[in-house]
C-alpha cells in the first residue's frame, strides 16, 4: 500500500512570497490533515477534511493560509505571503476514518528567508 | 489545550524501562501515541478511548486515566530503536482533530 505522498520535500523561499504544497493520501483514506511541527515542537493542527469538507480549520491563519481538498483526494496547503515564522516542516496526513490512526507523510521542510 | 508531557527527555541503558506521562486541562474523548525519529515522519504506536482502557504493543504499553485526564505510555525492557521522540495526541470531541504535546526526546544506549 503506497503511503502518503508530498512534495516537495523542502523549500527555500524569501519572505513575502508564496509557496504551495501538495499532498496526496492513501487511497481511499476519507480524512485529511496539515500540520505544521515547528522546530522541538509538536505537530500543530491547521486543517483537517473529510472527504473534500473543512472539519476544523479554527488553527489556520487564514490570513495567510489556504488549503482545499478538490474532489475529496489530494490536497494543496498554499501560503501567500510567506513570513519568516512561517518556517516549519509541513506534514500531511490522512486516515480512514475518525478516530483511528493518522498516517503521516515524510513533510516538506520549508525555509523562509 | 495543548496536553503537557514530562519528562521532556530521558536516556536508558538497553534493556531498562520508562514512563512517559502525558496530561491535560481538558475533558478527553482518545489519546493518541507517535513515535517521530529524526528527520522522519511521526509513526502510530496507539490509541486510547476513554474508559480508563489499557493497551499494549509488545513492550509498549499505555493507560488512560478519563477521570484525571492524563495518560502514561509504558516502554518495558527498551531496545535501540526505541530511540525517538514521543508525542500524545489528545482529541476532545472524536473528530480526531488532535493537539500534540511538546514530546519527550528518549534516547537509548548500549
Known amino acids: 500500500e503506497a503511503g502518503v505522498a508530498q512534495s516537495p520535500r523542502y523549500k527555500i523561499i524569501e519572505k513575502r512570497q508564496s509557496v504551495a504544497f501538495w499532498c496526496n493520501p492513501i487511497s481511499g483514506h476519507a480524512t485529511l490533515y496539515w500540520y505544521q511541527q515547528i522546530l522541538g515542537q509538536g505537530p500543530k493542527l491547521l486543517i483537517q477534511f473529510q472527504n473534500n469538507g473543512v472539519v476544523d480549520d479554527s488553527q489556520l491563519p487564514k490570513d495567510r493560509f489556504s488549503a482545499e481538498r478538490l474532489k475529496g483526494v489530494d490536497s494543496t496547503l498554499k501560503i501567500q505571503p510567506a513570513k519568516l515564522e512561517d518556517s516549519a516542516v509541513y506534514l500531511c496526513?490522512?486516515?480512514?476514518?475518525?478516530?483511528?490512526?493518522?498516517?503521516f507523510g515524510q513533510g516538506t521542510r520549508l525555509t523562509v528567508v | 489545550q495543548q496536553p503537557v508531557q514530562s519528562p521532556q527527555a530521558v536516556i536508558l541503558r538497553e534493556g531498562e524501562d520508562a514512563v512517559i506521562n502525558c496530561s491535560s486541562s481538558?475533558?478527553?474523548?482518545?489519546v493518541h501515541w507517535y513515535r517521530q525519529k529524526h528527520g522522519e515522519a511521526p509513526v502510530f504506536l496507539m490509541i486510547l478511548l476513554k474508559g480508563g482502557e489499557q493497551k499494549g504493543h509488545e513492550k509498549i504499553s499505555a493507560s488512560f486515566n478519563e477521570k484525571k485526564q492524563q495518560s502514561s505510555l509504558y516502554l518495558t525492557a527498551s531496545q535501540l530503536s526505541y530511540s525517538g521522540t514521543y508525542f500524545c495526541g489528545t482529541d476532545q470531541t472524536g473528530a480526531n482533530n488532535l493537539f500534540f504535546g511538546t514530546g519527550t526526546r528518549l534516547t537509548v544506549i548500549p
Open positions: 481538558k475533558a478527553l474523548y482518545s
Open positions: 496526513a490522512s486516515s480512514p476514518r475518525g478516530n483511528t490512526e493518522a498516517f
